[in-house]
């Protein structure tokens, strides 16, 4: 819909998504060949989606670009949910579905979204395929959440965006949790808010100026090379214009003083 395009995806609760005219169940094939533009295909993801990146994304663009005319739904999962089934995360549950309100991909955002898909889940969002990549998500005491669903031949699947997961993010930001917490004293923020010891403040504080002393000295160093190459260059200069000069100076000084001289 062009509304995703000026403004953000609506939340389904927000909507009167939940349909009562008569959904006919289409297959795989019916949903490629194209459907009607009043009947676009209800296509339904979910995640946890914390640290929102590129991987992310790429998963929603499959998902939304599956058939030709497609409606995407982002289930995302509460805080609660993920804490118990997951762990913790980084971003909570209003950021993480703000985040999915602006992606371009995304038609409509279900907050709250269930662990395990239900029938009547399904049926009351008129879902008719759920993507996610095919590797086998187990959980919640399954070796695969969605099982039923794919026995129902309801599932589609995406690839996975290698090199990028929040995993990985986090796991860079731990690797350089020095660099991080001294760039943010720096900035102003409190050792109590990054959750910083009283030493290792002190540690990053002097740190700190150690950079910004060495930081003075290569500036020192830079404008002192700087200037002794300017006063190189003006010595230079004036050698090779007293050089060009000194034959004037003699010839002038011979014709005056000179055996033949005026004097």
């Known amino acids: 819909p062009l509304q995703t395009l000026t403004a953000p995806a609506p939340f389904a609760d927000e909507t009167s998504c939940e349909c009562r005219a008569p959904h006919e169940k289409l297959t795989v094939a019916q949903a490629r060949r194209g459907t009607p533009v009043d009947r676009p295909v209800r296509v339904y993801a979910d995640g946890i989606f914390d640290l929102f990146h590129s991987g992310h994304a790429r998963a929603?663009?499959?998902?939304?670009?599956?058939?030709?005319?497609?409606?995407?739904?982002?289930?995302?999962?509460?805080?609660?949910?993920?804490?118990?089934?997951k762990g913790f995360t980084v971003m909570n549950e209003?950021?993480?579905?703000?985040?999915?309100?602006?992606?371009?991909?995304?038609?409509e955002v279900i907050r709250d979204a269930p662990w395990t898909l239900t029938?009547?889940?399904?049926?009351?969002?008129?879902?008719?395929?759920?993507?996610?990549?095919d590797i086998p998500y187990?959980?919640?005491g399954s070796d695969d959440v969605y099982k039923h669903i794919k026995e129902a031949g309801m599932f589609v699947p995406t690839q996975r965006t290698e090199g990028i997961s929040t995993s990985d993010i986090i796991t860079r930001i731990v690797r350089d949790y020095d660099v991080y917490a001294r760039r943010n004293l720096q900035r102003g923020y409190t050792a109590k808010e990054l959750n910083v010891?009283?030493?290792?403040?002190?540690?990053?504080?002097?740190?700190?100026?150690?950079?910004?002393?060495k930081e003075k000295v290569k500036n020192?160093?830079?404008?002192?090379k700087e200037f002794v190459n300017k006063?190189?260059?003006?010595s230079h200069d004036l050698?090779?214009?007293w050089e060009e000069k000194s034959r004037e100076f003699i010839g002038n000084f011979l014709e005056l003083f000179g055996p033949d001289g005026a004097w």
């Open 138 to 140: 187990s959980s919640a």
């Open 239 to 241: 050698i090779q214009k």
């Open 197 to 213: 010891s009283f030493i290792n403040e002190k540690k990053y504080r002097f740190q700190n100026q150690v950079d910004k002393m």
């Open 231 to 234: 006063v190189e260059e003006k």
């Open 94 to 107: 209003t950021e993480r579905y703000e985040a999915l309100r602006h992606c371009r991909y995304v038609d």
């Open 60 to 85: 929603l663009m499959q998902a939304k670009t599956l058939f030709p005319n497609s409606y995407l739904l982002v289930g995302v999962c509460s805080d609660d949910l993920t804490h118990k089934f």
């Open 119 to 133: 029938p009547e889940f399904l049926e009351k969002h008129k879902i008719d395929f759920v993507a996610h990549d």
């Open 220 to 224: 020192v160093e830079e404008k002192s």
